[in-house]
């Protein structure tokens, strides 16, 4: 079993910045990839990055440019550092193992001024 839990969501003003983090309980973030999701109100869950075993990453249009996926093998840890945010960005954000069962609680991103 691994638990993921999500921090460092908050709300911020349009143009700000803020860096989630995704603490895994055991040595999972090196082995398998990981990914960041993200659902707002009425909305359908999105990818909006992820990165392999090999330290590729994917973004989706919307983010490429401003998010950036990053992780600490030895922390067990998946980073999201999100700057010039939009208000369009509010979602509750999601860590995911790829290809496992395993996601984290979530964590709000509000965008407002």
């Known amino acids: 079993q691994v638990q993921l839990v999500e921090s460092g969501g908050g709300l911020v003003q349009p143009g700000g910045s803020l860096r989630l983090s995704c603490a895994a309980s055991r040595s999972i973030v090196s082995i398998y990839p990981m990914g960041w999701y993200r659902q707002a109100p009425g909305k359908q869950r999105e990818l909006v990055a992820d990165i392999t075993r090999g330290g590729s990453t994917n973004y989706v249009d919307s983010v490429k440019g401003r998010f950036t996926i990053s992780r600490d093998n030895a922390k067990n840890t998946v980073y999201l550092q999100m700057n010039s945010l939009k208000p369009e960005d509010t979602a509750v954000y999601y860590c995911?193992?790829?290809?496992?069962?395993?996601w984290g609680q979530g964590t709000q991103v509000t965008v407002s001024s």
């Open positions: 995911y193992v790829e290809g496992t069962a395993y």
